[in-house]
């Protein structure tokens, strides 16, 4: 089950590195000029449109705050070569040295730091300096000096573990974020901890036990509308925890002890007057009924009484595995298609008309993958003239000019979007040269 996470865990990279400190007028001038001239918001959109439209998931994805993000958003132009090395090599040492730091100084290095490792993949840049650089981030998420500093901390600590994951990392940094979301007087350092715990977890290396009790964790803010984290009745923390259970729960192969309580939760969340919240349990409903179909073992036969329960409605082929229902994702399957179908083709003035298309083109996603839950996100049931079979799935990923990556499956836009939240601008170099990111998306 953990195989991926296994391959990124082996090296074992947690040897500390000291370094002297030497603050850069450099990085604080650019991220000042970073922050100074982005002024304009970017557009929120659920909607990840049909086929190459997948690749612009980042808006959607990013945990933030409007000021951050502008900070973030600059692409180094100005690095010339290999000087970014250098910047990056500076960067780590005064993160490291927080003796003569000030809370200005240190979200400017923050910031620079962050930038260059979205932008390139620097496992070996920051070799040796993991468990140095986490002790420091974790020192400034545990002062919360500034909101700031501390969701800034957080969102390196996350590009940290993507570009050089750690099997060691989760049992420091998760107590902490944990608190975070219990205790901060800050929505957005509730949000930004939550999506941080979930990139811990997924590459911090915890266990399986771990990983459930998390979701378990997640599910209790889900369900109780944000009070069990002292934040009731805000959407971003339920949003944030609705996306981060989707993205641990593609780590875990049976879900089946687990389904009934995390259906009842995302069902209720349906009827929330957050949009976001809408369609982050929607694509949870879709993924758990995508998973309660398993491909069959190859000495497994079939009687006629168990038609109802094959994948007959997937194309047929020697190489294209037949998919077996293995439980019931929901009890009530009747009334949760009539809300689907409800929200699929909702018309309300109080909708813009984006927001609008939005909800409609998700929920008849999801709708269609509750009633045929081997159908993937954007899928299209016209017969192609070329091929004689169903279009399938239309969702992908354009890498460059030549490059496709299918979004055809649940699981699969569930990790786009969770390493899309932590890389954003990044990804497609990440997807490229981390084998990491490679391997969890195959």
């Given amino acids: ?56 998931l980042s808006d959607e994805t990013s945990f933030s705050v409007g000021s951050i993000d502008e900070m973030l958003a600059t692409e180094d132009n100005d690095q010339v070569q290999d000087a970014w090395k250098a910047d990056l090599a500076d960067r780590i040492e005064e993160i490291i040295d927080r003796k003569r730091s000030s809370v200005q100084g240190r979200e400017v290095t923050l910031v620079a730091y962050i930038r260059i ?42 590009m ?35 999506h941080t715990l979930g990139a811990c977890t997924f590459y911090g290396g915890a266990s399986d036990d771990e990983v459930l009790e998390n979701m378990a964790y997640l599910l209790e803010i889900i369900s109780s509308d944000g009070h069990f984290i002292d934040a009731p009745d805000e959407a971003d923390p339920v949003v944030a925890a609705l996306e981060e259970y989707g993205f641990l729960a593609t780590l875990i192969e049976d879900l089946s002890a687990e389904t009934e309580d995390a259906m009842d939760a995302f069902v209720e969340q ?32 079939f009687s006629e009484s168990d038609e109802g329960n094959t994948s007959s409605d997937c194309e047929s082929g020697p190489n294209v595995p037949k998919l077996i229902k293995r439980y019931a994702a929901y009890r009530r399957v009747d009334q949760l298609v ?24 998700n929920f008849a996603d999801i709708l269609n993958s509750v009633q045929y839950p081997t159908r993937g996100p954007r899928y299209q049931n016209a017969i192609s003239q ?16 030549n490059g496709v990556m299918r979004i055809d499956k649940w699981w699969k836009l569930m990790r786009l979007k969770g390493l899309k939240r932590v890389l954003q601008g990044g990804f497609i170099t990440h997807y490229e040269k981390n084998g990491v990111v490679f391997e969890s998306l195959p």
């Fill in 270 to 301: 349906l009827s929330s007057s957050d949009l976001a919240v809408q369609v982050a349990a929607g694509e949870n409903v879709a993924l758990l009924f995508e998973k309660s179909y398993t491909p069959a073992e190859e000495d497994e036969t």
């Fill in 1 to 56: 089950m953990h195989d991926l996470r296994r391959q990124a865990l082996e090296s074992g990279k947690t040897v500390s590195r000291k370094a002297q400190s030497k603050q850069s007028s450099r990085a604080s001038s650019k991220a000042n000029s970073v922050a100074n001239s982005r002024a304009a918001s970017r557009t929120v959109s659920r909607a990840g449109s049909d086929d190459e439209e997948a690749g612009n």
């Fill in 386 to 401: 070329e091929t004689g079979r169903r279009y399938g799935s239309r969702m992908a990923v354009r890498v460059h000019q």
């Fill in 160 to 194: 940290t573990l993507v570009t050089s994951p750690s099997n060691v990392i989760y049992d420091t940094a998760s107590p902490l974020l944990k608190r975070t979301i219990s205790d901060s007087a800050s929505i957005p350092s509730k949000t930004a901890a939550i």
């Fill in 338 to 361: 009539h809300t689907l179908s409800d929200l699929a083709s909702l018309s309300t003035r109080h909708l813009s008309k984006k927001d609008k298309k939005s909800l409609h083109t």
């Fill in 117 to 158: 490792l979205t932008a390139r993949y620097s496992e070996d840049d920051i070799l040796g300096s993991e468990s140095s650089l986490v002790t420091s981030f974790l020192k400034s998420i545990k002062a919360e000096t500034s909101e700031t500093e501390t969701i800034l901390a957080m969102k390196a600590l996350a």
